[in-house]
C-alpha cells in the first residue's frame, strides 16, 4: 500500500501517524466496497424480499463511507469540524449495517463478510475521532 | 425536475412533503457542483497559492454534500441517525465553504457564486434536521 | 441556478458555452439523484422480485452519472480523453436504464419519472461528446 | 480483506475468479485514495503553481476511480456495456494521472507513490476489460 507513504508527506496534525491514518481511510474504502457489493448479492438472493433493510442500511453505509474517505484524504486545518461531524456520520453508519448484516450472517456469507468490514470501518471511525485535536 | 414525483411515491416518514425533500436534495446537489467548479476555477486562477484553503475548503464540502443527497434519496427507516449525522456533517460543511468563498467573492465570481449555493446546501441541511422524527 | 455563472468564468474550450455546460452537468445530477430514489422506491415495493434488473441498472447509472458531472465540472485541457471515455460511459449507462426503467413506467410512477431523466442525461452526454475538441 | 469472500458468492460471469475481480476492485479504490491524497499533498506544497496539471488531473482520476469501483462491485449481466465504457475511461484516466505524477516524481514522494497506484489501477482496468464476455 503506498497511500501510508502519500499521507506522511503531508503535515496531518492529528494524534496518529501517517500510516493509522492510512490503515482508517483503508478500512472506510474496504467497508463502502463490501456493502455495494453485499447490496449488489442480496439483490440477486432469491429471498430478496426479507434482504430490503439489508440493502438499504448497505447502500446508505455504502454513500457515507466513500465520503468519509475522501475527506479524511484530504485532511486540512480548516475541515476538522466536518471531517468530526462526518466520522461520527461513518460510526453510526457503519454500526448500524454491521448490526443488519449480522442478522444474516447465518444464512449469507457476504452478509457475515460485509458486517466485519462495518466492524472496522466503526473502529477506525472512532479511533479518528479521537484524534481530533479539541 | 421529476424528482419529487419519484419521491413522492416512497413513504417518507419526515415532517416535509416530497416536493421539499427533492428540493432539499437538488440543494445538495447544486452545492457539490458548485463547489467542484469553484475548486477547478481557483486551481485555474493566477493566484492559487491564495487560494489553497478554498479549494480545500470546496472538495471537502463536494464530497459531503454528495454523500448527504444520496441518503437523503435513500430515506429508509433504519437509516434516521445516519442520515441525522450525515445532515450535521453538511451543516458545517457548506457553512464553512460559504464562509471560505465570501472572503474571494470580491474577487472571483466563481467564488460568490459557490458561496450562494453553500448558504442554500446549510439552509435545506438545517430544514431537513428538523424534519427528523425524533 | 449559480452553476453558469462559475462555469462561465472558466477557460471552458469545449464548443459549447457555459450556460450549456452546465445544464448539462445538471441533467448527470439529477439522473444520478432520480436514479438513486428510483432504487430505493424499488425496493420497497411489494413486486421487488420483478424490479431486480431496474435496482441493479438504477445504481451502476447513478454511480457512472455522478463521477461524469464531476468530471465535467473539473474540464481541463489535460483531460479530454478521460471526459470522451467517461460520456460514452454515462451514455450507454442512462441509455439502459432508461431503457429498463420504461418497461416498468405503467406500474411505477418513480420508474416513469426515472426513465425521462436518464432521457436526458443520454442526450446531454451526446451532446457534450459532439462538442469535445478533436 | 473479506471482499473476495463477498464478490465469491455472487455469479459474476466474467472469465476471471471472485479473488482477481475483488484485487480489481481494490486497486481503483486504493488509486481514488492515492489521487486525492496526493491533489491535497500537492496543494499544500510551496510550488503548487507547478503542480495544477497534477491536482486537476487527480481530482479527475479520482472521480473515475471511484465510479469504477462501484459500477465493479455491482456486476450484473444488464451492465455489461456500461461496465466496459467505465473501464475505458478508467484506464484512460489512470493512465493520464500515472504520465502526470511521474514527472514530479523526483521532487515529491507523493507524487511517486501516487503514480505507482494509478499504474496499478490502469493494469486492473486493462485486465477486466479483456475479462468481459464478447
Given at each position: ?70 475527506v479524511a484524504?484530504?485532511l486540512?486545518?480548516?475541515s476538522w469540524t466536518a471531517l468530526q461531524k462526518q466520522l ?40 479518528l475521532?479521537?484524534?481530533i485535536?479539541?
Open positions: 500500500m503506498t497511500l501510508p507513504r502519500i499521507i506522511a508527506d503531508a503535515d496531518v496534525q492529528l494524534a496518529v501517524d501517517g500510516e493509522t491514518l492510512a490503515r482508517s481511510i483503508d478500512a472506510f474504502l474496504a467497508c463502502a466496497a463490501a456493502c455495494t457489493a453485499c447490496s449488489s448479492a442480496c439483490l440477486a438472493e432469491d429471498d430478496v424480499a426479507r434482504l430490503k433493510d439489508c440493502i438499504a442500511t448497505n447502500d446508505v453505509c455504502a454513500a457515507i463511507c466513500e465520503a468519509t474517505a475522501t484524504a484530504r486540512h486545518k480548516g461520527e456520520a461513518c460510526l453510526h453508519a457503519s454500526r448500524a449495517c454491521a448490526d443488519e448484516c449480522r442478522e444474516h450472517a447465518a444464512q449469507h456469507d457476504h452478509c457475515r463478510g460485509c458486517a466485519e468490514a462495518c466492524e472496522r470501518a466503526e473502529k477506525a471511525a472512532g479511533m475521532l479521537e484524534a485535536p479539541a
